[in-house]
């Protein structure tokens, strides 16, 4: 590992023995430890690894105005021989460091980030959950630290990562609502980003769509309204008979690592993938005459999740989940690569030792 000057200090309360890890609901309970380093005079220093908890911040931090605030999420989980093992780094090194462009925010450097998380699942090994399809998962973070109410880039920052052990996101298939009065992200804006304030403005309209009965928003191109992009905190797959179609990335749409993963996994099936446009009117005429024979999410928090059924303008679909084949194969696939029960032929893991 690089020599950053990163300083440890450890607890000495750990709240470890408390946890029931048995019954850990997603991202309500934090381990030990975190990460901090801070950007000002044009360079990032004072790196360290120190007892969760909170820190201060001024009342006038820009990005609370103007959200200059940027994340990820990643995964640690345990091989099946005990060693801790993170899922594909240095892709969320890189995604965080195209967020912080977009977001006119400094890039943190890579070497730096793959201390930080090497370190912090080193220190916090033990808060990995066993189970397979658990894990550690990690949220790198970077904000504003300016203290200013004018609109002007920061130019200080800090730099975060905390850690909680987690099950599954969603723990039942998904009802999803194309909304075609509200939108996530146009081409030139910030969706490509990982930014907080993507999901501020999903808020309302997923909202209302639980209101409805939903689970989540299945959103429609700005343009047309009539492409589909992504679901709420998912990448989204669509299988008719044996071909697999995702959305191509078209700028607007978070570009998922779970989402290329997959599609690796599919190629190295032999499996038919094709990433382009789809349209929501092709989606539901496919099921209506029974030949979407699959729809499922993909992300790291979500890993792989079932769609039980589609809502468009008064119009439901639903899916026979009993029946999906790709989506329980590619869950399994990944699954068993982040615990070493299948072999990780692309070296997608890394071995915390
Ligand atoms: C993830 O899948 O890790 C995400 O960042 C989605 C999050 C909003 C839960």
């Not at 460091?97 to 090994?125: C, T």
């Not at 550690?136 to 200013?148: G, K, Q, S, T, V």
């Not at 989540?216 to 998912?234: F, P, R, S």
């Not at 928090?301 to 026979?320: E, H, L, P």
Request: charged letters at 25%; a neutral charge; aromatic letters at 10%.
């Amino acid at each position: 590992m690089v020599a950053t000057g990163l300083q440890i200090n450890k607890t000495e309360n750990s709240k470890l023995s408390t946890v029931d890890f048995g019954d850990i609901p997603f991202g309500k309970t934090f381990s030990d430890h975190m990460y901090v380093a801070e950007y000002k005079d044009g360079s990032w220093g004072n790196m360290r690894i120190e007892p969760f908890g909170p820190f201060t911040v001024h009342p006038a931090n820009i990005a609370w105005h103007y959200g200059q605030a940027i994340f990820e999420g990643m995964k640690a989980t345990k091989h099946t021989d005990g060693t801790p093992m993170l899922f594909r780094p240095e892709l969320h090194s890189d995604r965080i460091n195209k967020s912080a462009e977009r977001l006119a925010m400094p890039s943190f450097p890579k070497e730096a980030f793959m201390e930080a998380v090497y370190e912090l699942v080193k220190l916090e090994k033990d808060w990995i959950p066993k189970q397979e399809g658990s894990a550690l998962y990690l949220r790198p973070y970077m904000i504003a630290m300016d203290e200013f109410i004018g609109v002007q880039v920061s130019k200080t920052y800090k730099f975060v990562i905390f850690c909680c052990p987690v099950g599954p996101y969603y723990n039942k298939p998904l009802k999803l609502k194309a909304d075609d009065s509200y939108i996530r992200a146009a081409v030139g804006g910030t969706g490509e980003a990982k930014a907080a304030g993507n999901y501020a403005g999903s808020l309302l309209p997923t909202k209302l769509a639980k209101e409805e009965g939903y689970d989540q928003i299945m959103w429609l191109d700005a343009k047309e309204n009539h492409y589909i992009q992504e679901v709420g905190t998912m990448n989204i797959f669509f299988v008719f008979g044996n071909k697999v179609v995702t959305p191509s990335t078209d700028g607007a749409i978070l570009k998922g690592i779970t989402r290329k993963s997959l599609i690796q996994i599919l190629k190295d099936k032999g499996m038919s993938i094709e990433e382009r446009k789809i349209s929501i009117n092709e989606v539901m005429i496919a099921a209506k005459r029974g030949e979407l024979t699959e729809v499922f999410g993909s992300g790291t928090a979500a890993v792989v999740a079932n769609v039980a059924g589609i809502g468009y303008k008064g119009d439901m679909q639903k899916f026979d989940i009993d029946a999906y084949k790709v989506a329980p194969m590619l869950k399994d696939v990944i699954n068993g690569i982040r615990s070493g029960r299948i072999e990780d032929t692309h070296n997608w893991t890394t071995r915390v030792v």
